[in-house]
Nanobody
Framework: QVQLVESGGGLVQAGGSLRLSCAASGSFFSINAMGWYRQAPGKQRELVAQVISGGTTNYHDSVKGRFTVSRDNAKNTVYLQMNSLKPEDTAVYYC??????????????WGQGTQVTVSS
């Protein structure tokens, strides 16, 4: 079982930067992936960025070149460095972690969400 706590959200002007962090705690053997999703009002929740075990990263096309995801395995923490922020980045950002749950199966855990607001 994994508990996730996010921090670092806030209000910034377009072109500014924010750094989100998410710390995992609880009882688990391993975490296969950690990353970030976001959901804006009236829109679907979408993957922003994630780090897979082994170091592979995945990014939503809209944030490539602007956002960087990283993971500190010793601290069980994932970070999202967000640069050149745009108003369309405004959303609630949710930390996500995956743990093995059997053959070709996994369990998803979610943080409570942190608000990111980018003004024009």
């Amino acid at each position: 079982q994994v508990q996730l706590v996010e921090s670092g959200g806030g209000l910034v002007q377009a072109g500014g930067s924010l750094r989100l962090s998410c710390a995992a705690s609880g009882s688990f053997f391993s975490i296969n992936a950690m990353g970030w999703y976001r959901q804006a009002p009236g829109k679907q929740r979408e993957l922003v960025a994630q780090v897979i075990s082994g170091g592979t990263t995945n990014y939503h096309d809209s944030v490539k070149g602007r956002f960087t995801v990283s993971r500190d395995n010793a601290k069980n923490t994932v970070y999202l460095q967000m640069n050149s922020l745009k108003p369309e980045d405004t959303a609630v950002y949710y930390c996500n972690a995956r743990t093995p749950a059997g053959w070709a199966s996994f369990t998803n855990y979610w943080g409570q969400g942190t608000q990111v607001t980018v003004s024009s």
